[in-house]
Nanobody
Framework: QVHLVESGGGSVQPGGSLRLSCAAS????????LGWFRRAPGKEREYVGS??????????YVAEAVKDRFTISRENAKNTVDLHLNKLKPKDTGVYYC?????????????????WGQGTPVSASS
C-alpha cells in the first residue's frame, strides 16, 4: 500500500517562501508520477505541477499560472519530492496535496492519480 505524507506547510507574509515535501512509501515501481494539487478556500482542487520519475531520471512540469514562482525538485537524500513556493500571494492560500499516479507519466487530472496524501495547509496573508 502506497502512503504519501506532505510536510512543510505554514503561514507566511505575501512575498514569502515555503518548501513543501512529499514522502512516498510502499512504492516499488521505478516509473510513476507524483503530482501537487491545491485547494483554495471555496474552490475546487487544481493542478499545480508534477514530476515524472523514470528510474534515476525525472522530468518536472509546473502549471502555467505559477511556473514563474513555483518549482518542483526530487530530493534523493531525503527521498522526497519537494514543491518550492516562492513569492507567495494571498491567492496561493489553501491546502496542498501530493498524489501519485501508477499509470501516467504526466497528468493534471485528479482522477488519474491513484493515491493521495492528507494535505498540508499554506497561508500567505499579512
Amino acid at each position: 500500500q502506497v502512503h504519501l505524507v506532505e510536510s512543510g506547510g505554514g503561514s507566511v507574509q505575501p512575498g514569502g517562501s515555503l518548501r513543501l515535501s512529499c514522502a512516498a512509501s510502499g512504492r516499488n515501481s521505478p516509473t510513476y508520477s507524483l503530482g501537487w494539487f491545491r485547494r483554495a478556500p471555496g474552490k475546487e482542487r487544481e493542478y499545480v505541477g508534477s514530476i515524472a520519475i523514470i528510474g534515476d531520471g525525472s522530468i518536472t512540469y509546473v502549471a502555467e499560472a505559477v511556473k514563474d514562482r513555483f518549482t518542483i525538485s526530487r530530493e534523493n537524500a531525503k527521498n522526497t519530492v519537494d514543491l518550492h513556493l516562492n513569492k507567495l500571494k494571498p491567492k496561493d492560500t489553501g491546502v496542498y496535496y501530493c498524489a501519485l499516479s501508477d499509470n501516467h507519466i504526466w497528468s493534471k487530472f485528479e482522477a488519474e492519480y491513484d493515491y493521495w496524501g492528507q494535505g498540508t495547509p499554506v497561508s500567505a496573508s499579512s
